[in-house]
């Protein structure tokens, strides 16, 4: 896999793994809209200062809106609101694990509507981590079983959201977070405010701050990995974000660990090691193509006069058509049929 993707993955999956249950904590002092509202506002404010360095031109906006209308509203909106809501009805630990959702929703959408190749492993993987879900709910309170409903609903939003912003090749992942937080998150405090009134001072910096790591650093970097790795891909690493706040709950926050949690994250854990070595190989034509993205020079992008160099950086580029054959993943470059 691609390193730098892996590591942008894996530093986004610890950041939201450590919001979700530090968030919980904040559902009895503000209501469902006001604590999704000031997540993203938090995450807004945390990439203002990245998001001047390379305004997106109009014609990146114009052509990316569909994609990005669909990543605010599902995405920034509704799928916060969603969680939010959940959060109040579950243990921490048992709402972080449900989290997991998020990458079967994300594998299916990826395949179904954007036709990633999947293979056995993900496919056996992803079957694991539905079966953890089941053993966490099957015998819950009806109140627990309200709850994940609520949370596996903000994770097919999120799954939506995820295959629709990896494909969103002509914007920076910090212009895209700052417009879910603008849009979106501004939008949920303000019905939040007239809903519930104000929450104490500490409470609105809390969540500011638990937005700024973990959703505005966290979408960005998985925004970034996802383009090297594929949706997918990407999914499967930042799928261990529900195991990492389990660990939080459980050991930070005191949650009690029960027999359920423990059989859930075992099944759901061995699920996501299964899948993560699955590159593949064979002939592949790439067509003309030219979008903006951050890349290094290599057998896609020998666009430059000056040789090859390891160094990182971001403009608009044409791709000529291209035929050849190398281990590879579903990303920007590898979007063909199977």
Known sequence: MNRAGIIRCSTA???????????????NDMGAFTLAGLLYVGAAIAVIPFVGRTPPARRAVRVSLPN?????????????????AGLGLVP???SSLLLNLELVFTIIVASIVFHEHLGRNIITGTALVVAGT??????????LRWGALLIAAACLC???????????????????TLAKGVIAGGTNLIIGLSLTGIPSAEAILAALIIGGFGYGASITLWVAGARDLGAARGQLIFATAPFIGALIAWNVIGD?????????????????????????????QHQPSQHTHDHTHDDHHDHHAEPVTSSRHTH??????LIHRHPHLPDLHHRHEH
Do not use: C, R, Y
Not at 13 to 27: D, E, H, K
Not at 68 to 84: D, K, T
Not at 134 to 143: K, N, Y
Not at 256 to 273: D, E, N, R
């Open 68 to 84: 990005l209308s669909v990543a605010v509203i599902l995405g920034g909106a509704v799928g916060p609101v969603l969680l939010a």
């Open 13 to 27: 999956a610890v950041l939201f793994g450590i919001s979700a249950p530090l968030a919980s904590l904040l559902t």
């Open 158 to 176: 999120w799954a939506i959201d995820n295959s629709t912003t990896a494909a969103i090749d002509q914007i920076n992942p910090s212009h895209i």
């Open 256 to 284: 009690p660990v029960t027999a359920s949690q423990l059989l859930a994250f075992l099944i759901a854990a061995s699920g996501v090691a299964f899948v993560l070595g699955s590159d593949h190989e064979h002939d592949h």
């Open 316 to 321: 608009g580029h044409q791709h000529p058509q």
């Open 134 to 143: 089941i053993v966490l709910t099957w015998t819950g309170s009806p109140e």
């Open 92 to 94: 921490a630990a048992t």
